[in-house]
């Protein structure tokens, strides 16, 4: 068996939206595999979602970036509360 290492070149915003968004926090120490299986999850939703209504892919990554910021704000504000 041979490993490609760029079968996923070009999926590292998705990754990250999926985990931020399954409550990974972009701090570290947060996080479980459930969460990021939900957040995984939702992402494929929100990406058939946007195929099915024809939107084209530069939209579909600004609909990916905009879900990461508000995540990340999201996380902020938590963390905040939190201290």
């Known amino acids: 068996t041979v490993g490609d290492p760029t079968v996923a ?11 931020v968004i399954g409550g990974g926090s972009l701090s570290g120490g947060e996080g479980s595999i459930l969460g990021t299986l ?13 195929t099915q209504m024809g939107l084209e892919n530069y939209w579909q990554e600004i609909i990916t970036g905009a879900i ?7 996380d902020r504000l938590r963390h905040r509360r939190s201290l």
């Open 9 to 19: 070149v070009g999926l590292e915003l998705d990754v990250i939206a999926a985990v």
């Open 38 to 50: 939900v957040g995984a999850w939702i992402m494929t939703v929100i990406a058939s979602g946007c």
């Open 68 to 74: 990461i910021v508000v995540a990340v704000a999201l």
